[in-house]
């Protein structure tokens, strides 16, 4: 008789597990539609599953760490900056701690590949997070992350009812929407160890679209079953996802061209189409293509370093000007120009609507990017002009290009004994000035050509003006100055005009 039972029971399984897949899919569905909208409750009425649909657990990814090293950015002879951490990342999700590998002697981490991952309770809507930077010694070291003065680390709250999360970091702020600036505490001139560190936090969600059950059954009522990133309701160009995480209406729709609540002079449609590249609404963002002339039959080199490119994302960064170079990795920027021994003005339109604009006078990428053009001579060392209209060179908006020549800027590294990735990081970041409208006596400091040498009146009555736009500090100091230094100092950072390189109609 036992027998009998026990086959009945065998069966009975064999049966449902042969359409199990179809079964439960089907019941996770009448679920869906069926049950209380606000999840499922308990008998005393409070939230006791903020997603039915899957057992939750949430992630903090870590994508970039950057070492924001002031001494780097101070050019003098033979200054190689601080030296290179060691860093490693420790994650404490409700206590629970996780640790990264250690990345040996780097002080630029543009993809960690690393992420930590707990199962959380389904019934508590908060989860605690702590973000800590440290770095391998002899005795471990903990670099600042924070924008706190009496701390370097960071602690937030991650909602799995909303995915969202607030605390020392949260959608608006001034370094961005997962990222951490320790230069945001007050020590930005000094040896505080600042870093910036890129994160994420995300739950799994049943339909993959990142917006969590609660939201989309009580707020959006949206199918949380079905995979809604991708859509645009309202019919405003930007899709569900980007909305949503931003904090916009997804069903309302939004002028969303005219749309710039950080002032950069990107619209929150350019916006999204460079959120591949982590451009933030909230918070400024510069991004330049750059195009370089290929090598000449005598070697003649027009290349520029890798560190040269960092030093320009460390001065921006810390500054929460975040600083994005096409040089071939966002789709545009890396084409080849051919060899010139020694390039004209009248060259440069030619350059500028073949590799930059590829002869599309629409392009969009006009209205967001600054163009680098990197070639082997010119008569002298970095040009800034419109690149429609290459002789518009003085104080004239729509100046959004700028010629660097190699030529000069190797001369220039060995006549005054400087680092040669120093020398282009300060030239370039002098002619992008010209492109906030930084130029010739706006302030009287800039382009002066009475600042050179010490035997000129203009070299001691600028003094104070440190700044890259100063002829005195251009291979010196590279940075824009906060008009802090005394008389006759200027603030760069705080006069930036964003909107200086649009186009205009002539």
Sequence with gaps: MKKVYLLIVVGIF?????????FFTKNIMNNVHNSNPIGTRSDEGNIDDFDPLVDVSVTVEIKMIRFLAINELQTFPKNEGNSSPNFYVKVYINNVEFTSPVWNDTKYITDSDWNATLNVPDDVENVTITIQLWSHETEDILYDISGDLESYDVTLLYSIKTGYWTGDDSRGDVSGYGRLCGCDDGTIYENDRDCELWFDITQNDYDGDHIPYWIEVNTLGTDPTVDDSALDPDNDSIPTYWEYKWGYQLLTWN??????????????????????????????DVFVEMDIMTEGPLRQNSSISSHSKELLRTAFNRRNIVFHLDDGCMGG?????PFDRKTNINEFR?????????????????????????????????????????????????????????????????????????????????ELGHTFG????????????????????????????????????????????????????????????FTFFEKKTL
Excluded at 333 to 337: C, S, V
Excluded at 407 to 425: G, P, R, W
Excluded at 450 to 476: D, E, I
């Design 255 to 284: 002028d969303f061209e005219n749309i710039d609540p950080d002032n950069d002079s990107i619209n929150n449609i350019e916006e999204f189409l460079t959120s591949q590249w982590f451009s933030d609404p909230f918070r400024k």
């Design 438 to 497: 930084i130029d010739f006596m706006f302030p009287v400091g800039c382009d002066n050509t009475r600042t050179y040498r010490p035997l000129n009146l203009g070299f001691w009555l600028f003094a104070h003006y440190k700044s890259c736009m100063n002829y005195r500090y251009v291979y010196t100091i590279l940075d824009y100055s906060d008009g802090s230094h005394g008389l006759f100092d200027y603030d760069d950072w705080s006069n930036l005009d």
């Design 14 to 22: 064999l049966i449902s597990n042969t359409n199990v897949d179809g």
């Design 333 to 337: 920027g890396g084409e080849i120009i």
């Design 350 to 430: 030619t350059i500028y609507s073949t590799y930059f604009l590829n002869n599309d006078i629409e392009n969009w990428r006009r209205g967001v990017f600054r163009y680098a053009m990197i070639i082997y001579h010119y008569a002298t060392s970095g040009f800034a002009c419109v690149g429609e209209y290459p002789r518009f060179y003085w104080h004239v908006r729509g100046i959004n290009t700028f010629v660097i020549s190699t030529k000069t800027m190797h001369e220039t590294s060995l006549k005054l004994f400087k680092q040669i990735d120093h020398v282009f990081a300060g030239v370039i970041m002098h």
